[in-house]
């Protein structure tokens, strides 16, 4: 390495030194290594920050911790100084192969370090600690943690499918009440943890507090990322509840509370009601207002969490006695609709 790079240690509180290592910034100029926008790259550089954000997910020393994204090794530097047992790391671009290998080498001695190059869309994360002990839902949280700088372009998609996993307890979550740490746009970090009545209550907010209990700990300007993005962005923790607040399954919830929120400024009848085949549509759907207890003219903005799961359990006792609602889409061509007999 060129004498010119500026070294950094790493050190346990056990006051063990692990080798001298170059900046993120020293690495990223080295390998040549530039974000792609096309992948929603944007490095964080300051280990300040990477660090605030290690430490939002509590202590990890001598835990299980997966990183999503680690792009050239910011955040993983800051994982590496606060010594867990076990990192794997899920890196979906080859270009940062070098440098997460750099840290992998470095702190052999110290903690174990896989490097895993493929997609987290894909990643079966079941498989990422296979010696990790299984803790039981209902006591202490599973000394796992996953924590990553999620790229703009899937953070939502794949909360929601981590959500699932959670809700089934399959996954990592196979292991226990595993918690998050992640990065999101600023905006969906806001919508994440939004109360009833905020401006940005939505779909998303009501999944999390269902089967989480999200918190929104600190903002990170854009200018503080390589390139700067054109918006800040949240840090969100997210703690799975010990019992969430219904027994549905989620593609039940999933379904119907997406159709709550689809369209935002309308009444909530009115998106219950696409829940439904036209020749239904009217009766089932002050049906499910009825059973539910829920003001047909509010908007979905002004629905508390319990009121959207009265609605999803009015829709799950309708469905049972009607399974044919459980496949209705009413955005499906009416010829495909007519394929699968509805």
């Excluded at 490097?115 to 894909?122: A, K, P, S, T």
């Excluded at 629905?303 to 006695?321: G, N």
Aim: glycine share 4%; charged share 25%.
């Amino acid at each position: 390495m060129s004498s010119s790079f500026v070294a950094k240690s790493l050190v346990p509180a056990s006051g063990v030194r692990l080798p001298p290592l170059p900046t993120i910034r020293d690495l990223v100029r080295l390998y040549k290594l530039r974000a792609i926008k096309q992948l929603s790259q944007n490095f964080l550089m300051d280990e300040n920050l990477t660090g605030k954000i290690v430490r939002s997910a509590g202590n990890i020393k001598d835990k299980y911790v997966l990183e999503v994204g680690p792009g050239p090794g910011g955040i993983t530097r800051s994982i590496i100084r606060k010594f867990p047992r076990h990192l794997v790391v899920v890196e979906k671009d080859r270009r940062f192969l070098p440098t997460l290998e750099l840290l992998a080498d470095v702190s052999k001695d110290y903690l174990q370090m896989d490097i895993v190059r493929g997609d987290i869309l894909d990643y079966p994360t079941a498989e990422a600690f296979p010696d990790c002990p299984k803790s039981d839902w209902n006591g202490k949280r599973a000394p796992i943690n996953i924590i990553g700088n999620l790229p703009f372009a899937i953070s939502t998609r794949l909360l929601i499918n981590w959500l699932r996993d959670i809700s089934l307890h399959i996954g990592v979550w196979n292991l226990g009440r595993a918690s998050l740490t992640l990065t999101f746009q600023k905006e969906v970090a806001e919508r994440i943890v939004a109360p009833m009545l905020s401006e940005y209550r939505c779909r998303l907010s009501v999944m999390n507090q269902i089967w989480s209990r999200p918190e929104l700990k600190f903002i990170i300007p854009g200018q503080a990322f390589v390139p700067k993005p054109d918006v800040d962005v949240g840090v969100v923790t997210i703690v799975p509840l010990k019992t969430p607040l219904t027994t549905v399954h989620f593609d039940i919830v999933e379904k119907v509370v997406r159709h709550i929120f689809s369209m935002r400024q309308k009444y909530c009848r009115r998106c219950v009601s696409n829940l439904y085949p036209p020749d239904k549509r009217d009766e089932l759907t002050q049906l499910t207002f009825q059973m539910a207890d829920v003001d047909p003219l509010a908007r979905s903005f002004q629905l508390s969490t319990e009121e959207c799961l009265r609605i999803v359990e009015a829709y799950d006792q309708l469905a049972l006695k009607h399974p044919e609602l459980r496949n209705y889409d009413y955005r499906a061509p009416k010829a495909q609709m007519v394929d699968e007999g509805h």
